[in-house]
């Protein structure tokens, strides 16, 4: 199958389109997108700015984490984020400013990113990475979702009332959260689009 057949082909995600000849080598591609995913999303985790009032600092991890979902699909996406949570919990600091550990403020986001990259993953099986628009709704959904987990979270950790919560963890964000989105309208067709050239 060419890059260009892939391209066109429902349940393909941008990770598909890596070479991986036989079972081994398809395993051993995957484990090393599910690392790279995991650490993608630490690294852009230490990318961190404080929001003055809120404990939620704006970071790079929410971004890295729906671009992995959307590249890697629904289960690659989901262990690469598992990985990421887990050996943050279990001491490397790479969560923002460089934290870890289970629980705290922040740490519902975390969760949130985990069940995101899953979701976003399973859209861009479904074709909603390959346009501007539908880009722009995988997104949004994935970013409903990460505060869905993480607004309650926080609320409880902090002892914020739930519209608190939303005042602290959510609408600082929005901004941001719309650029990441144009960003991604712009990334993923094009990669789609490139590859799609190239096969």
Do not use: C, E, H
Not at 9 to 17: I, M, S, Y
Not at 45 to 57: D, T
Not at 92 to 116: E, I, K, Q, R
Not at 167 to 172: I, K, N, Q, T
Request: hydrophobic share 55%; no cysteine; proline share 5%.
């Amino acid at each position: 199958m060419s890059t260009a057949d892939a391209t066109t082909r429902p349940g393909t995600v941008l990770a598909d389109l890596l070479p991986a000849a036989g079972a081994t080598r398809a395993r051993v591609r995957d484990a090393a997108l599910v690392a790279g995913g995991a650490a993608l999303t630490g690294i852009a985790a230490q990318i961190a700015v404080p929001v003055p009032g809120s404990p939620v600092p704006v970071t790079g991890q929410t971004f890295a984490a729906l671009l992995v979902g959307a590249s890697l699909g629904a289960g690659r996406g989901f262990l690469s984020l598992a990985l990421y949570a887990l050996l943050g919990m279990a001491g490397l600091p790479w969560f923002a400013n460089g934290a870890s550990g289970a629980g705290g403020a922040t740490f519902g986001y975390v969760l949130g990113m985990l069940l995101a990259a899953t979701v976003v993953g399973a859209l861009a099986r479904r074709g909603g990475d390959r346009g501007a628009l539908r880009t722009a709704g995988t997104m949004a959904a994935g970013t409903a979702l990460i505060y869905a987990v993480g607004v309650p979270v926080l609320a409880l950790s902090t002892g914020m009332s739930l519209g608190q919560a939303v005042a602290a963890g959510v609408v600082p964000f929005l901004i941001g959260d719309a650029l990441k989105a144009a960003l991604a309208m712009g990334a993923l067709p094009t990669a789609w689009k490139l590859l799609g050239r190239r096969g």
